[in-house]
C-alpha cells in the first residue's frame, strides 16, 4: 500500500518506540503495536480511478457525507454572500486522508484562516475551525462555475497539507493535500448543480460522483 510522504516521520518515530518497547518490556510492546498499525493504516494513499466527464464534480475526501445545506463560501475567497449548497465530507481518524481535486481547472484564490479545533462533523467547525480555501474555476469557465474546496482542520487534526498554490492548473482526480488527523473537507457548488451522492453515505476521494454541473 503506497504511503503519503506527509507520513513517514510519524511512522518512523511510531516504528522506533515499538522497537524499543519489545526490547525493554514486551507487554507494553504488544500493547503498542496496534498503534503503530494505526499510524501506517492512517497514511495510506491508495490509487484511485476517477470516472469520466467533463461535466462531473468528483468527491475530495473519503469518509461520510453530511446532511448538504444552504452556506455562504469563506469570505476569504471573494466568492459573494449569496448562500450555496455545501457538501461536507466528515474523515474519521480511520479514513484515507489523502485529499484530491474535484474538477479540472485553475486555482484563482487560496486563502489560510486560523481557528479553532471543534469536532469537524459539527456544523460550526465550516465557520469557526482552522480552514484552508481554495477557489477553483473549471476549464472553459468565465467564473460563473468556480466552487470552493475547504479543507477543515478538526478536534484531533492540528495540520493542514495544501501542495497547491494560486493560479496553478489542477486535473480532475488528482491529489492535492493531506489533514491529519481526522478532519473534514467542504464543497460550496455553484448555482444550478445537479448533487448525485446521498447524504450519510460513505464517499471515496477520486472516485465517487458528488455532482453534475448544470
Not at 507494553?28 to 503495536?33: A, D, I
Not at 501506517?40 to 464534480?57: H, K, S, W
Not at 473519503?62 to 449548497?85: I, Y
Not at 495540520?159 to 491529519?180: A, E, M, P, S, Y
Request: proline share 8%; aromatic share 10%.
Amino acid at each position: 500500500m503506497p504511503i503519503h510522504r506527509e507520513g513517514v516521520p510519524f511512522i518512523a518515530l511510531f516504528a522506533v518506540f515499538n522497537v524499543l518497547a519489545f526490547l525493554f518490556a514486551p507487554v507494553l510492546g504488544w500493547l503498542l503495536l496496534p498503534l503503530t498499525i494505526w499510524c501506517v493504516a492512517f497514511f495510506r494513499d491508495p490509487e484511485r480511478v476517477t470516472p469520466d466527464g467533463a461535466d462531473l464534480i468528483i468527491c475530495p475526501a473519503d469518509g461520510r457525507l453530511l446532511p448538504v445545506v444552504e452556506a455562504v463560501p469563506p469570505a476569504e475567497l471573494g466568492m459573494g454572500d449569496a448562500a450555496r449548497p455545501r457538501l461536507s465530507v466528515f474523515m474519521n481518524v480511520f479514513n484515507v486522508h489523502v485529499n484530491r481535486n474535484p474538477v479540472s481547472g485553475t486555482v484563482v484564490a487560496k486563502a489560510y484562516r486560523p481557528g479553532k479545533f471543534f469536532n469537524a462533523s459539527f456544523d460550526k467547525a465550516s465557520i469557526d475551525n482552522e480552514r484552508m480555501s481554495l477557489r477553483v474555476r473549471p476549464q472553459a469557465s468565465d467564473g460563473a462555475r468556480d466552487l470552493a474546496v475547504v479543507q477543515i482542520a478538526g478536534l484531533v487534526a492540528r495540520r493542514i497539507v495544501c501542495d497547491l498554490i494560486q493560479g496553478q492548473g489542477v486535473q480532475r482526480g488528482t491529489r492535492f493535500g493531506i489533514i491529519r488527523f481526522g478532519s473534514r473537507v467542504d464543497v460550496y457548488l455553484p448555482p444550478g448543480c445537479t448533487i448525485m451522492a446521498l447524504p450519510g453515505s460513505f464517499v471515496r476521494a477520486g472516485e465517487t460522483v458528488l455532482a453534475r454541473f448544470g
